[in-house]
């Protein structure tokens, strides 16, 4: 009896240690953006909603620092006519027993620039 109370306890202990991890919100902004705009051009249309992700490894410790600027450019990316970001959420995540990983994740609506070359007709994509 003594024996089926020790293994159900050490089940329960790495039950919970293997699925422990941590998701916070960092902040929620109005407009963010990592590349250069042009306000004054005032020809902007609200685009697709969009993730951007930037995540390091662990392995016993952690591989890397991810970097919320590499996650914002790639939601940004996503569309060569897009300048930012509006309505956005930035998250962090970590997950780890001896091998995890920690990720900050950027979502938000594509602000598109219609004065950039090529993106004079530019329609949402659906």
């Known amino acids: 009896m003594k024996i089926k109370k020790t293994v159900s306890m050490a089940l329960l202990v790495t039950t919970t240690l293997i699925t422990t991890g941590c998701a ?19 020809n902007f249309a609200e685009g697709n909603r969009v993730i951007g992700e930037d995540s390091k490894p662990i392995i016993l410790f952690p591989l890397g620092i991810p970097s919320i600027k590499e ?4 939601a940004i990316e996503q569309d060569r006519c897009a300048v930012g970001l509006t309505d956005v959420s930035a998250d962090s ?3 780890s027993f001896i091998i995890g ?4 994740k ?7 620039d219609k004065t950039k070359k090529g993106c004079e007709h530019w329609e949402m994509k659906k």
Do not use: C, H, M, P
């Open 24 to 42: 916070q919100r960092i902040a929620d902004l109005t407009l963010a953006s990592t590349k250069n705009i042009n306000l004054n051009a005032g």
């Open 71 to 74: 996650a914002t450019d790639r």
């Open 93 to 95: 995540e970590f997950f």
């Open 101 to 104: 990983y920690v990720k900050y």
């Open 106 to 112: 950027v979502e938000g609506n594509l602000i598109i």
